[in-house]
């Protein structure tokens, strides 16, 4: 019916992700001091104030990601995409003389990747979210997990 049609729409509207930024646990989330026309979230965890003070916090991992985004290794460097099953995605990007390997885990289940180059297991982690294991020849990811290796450095 049209009313079920709605509420399934409503259900799975963007506009939760598109509210006022949650500064602090203040009314209003401290975005504003009088009710904002679009709603603002009152999540007690999930504020401006509270992922400042926790270094794992995802304010912290998005702030280290855009800061290796604007390398060149990541804006500049050809990109080549690793034959893996449709559980991950993984893939290599090359600039210059370095090397970085991104592994992402895109499932609810740990994957194991094996017979990866040796290179990745001497390699530098640059940025990582969620576990991972680095064995002689195996990569395990946790559930939604991820893991960028620089395996060659600039000279």
């Not at 893939?91 to 740990?110: F, G, H, K």
Request: with cysteine; charged share 25%; net charge negative.
């Amino acid at each position: 019916t049209e009313i079920e049609a709605l509420e399934l729409l409503n259900a799975s509207s963007k506009d939760a992700s598109r509210g006022g930024m949650q500064w602090t646990k203040e009314p209003y989330s401290g975005f504003s001091t009088v009710k904002p026309w679009s709603s603002v979230n009152q999540e007690e965890n999930y504020t401006v104030e509270a992922e400042e003070a926790d270094e794992g916090s995802i304010l912290h991992y998005y702030r280290r990601l855009l800061l290796l985004k604007k390398r060149d290794l990541f804006t500049k460097g050809s990109f080549s995409l690793l034959e893996t099953g449709d559980e991950t995605f993984c893939y290599v990007r090359n600039w210059d003389s370095e090397e970085a390997v991104v592994l992402t885990n895109m499932t609810n289940e740990p994957v194991q990747l094996t017979c990866l180059e040796e290179t990745l297991f001497n390699g530098k982690i640059l940025l990582s979210a969620g576990d991972h294991e680095l064995t002689k020849k195996q990569v395990t990811l946790a559930p939604y997990s991820c893991v960028v290796i620089q395996t060659k450095m600039k000279k």
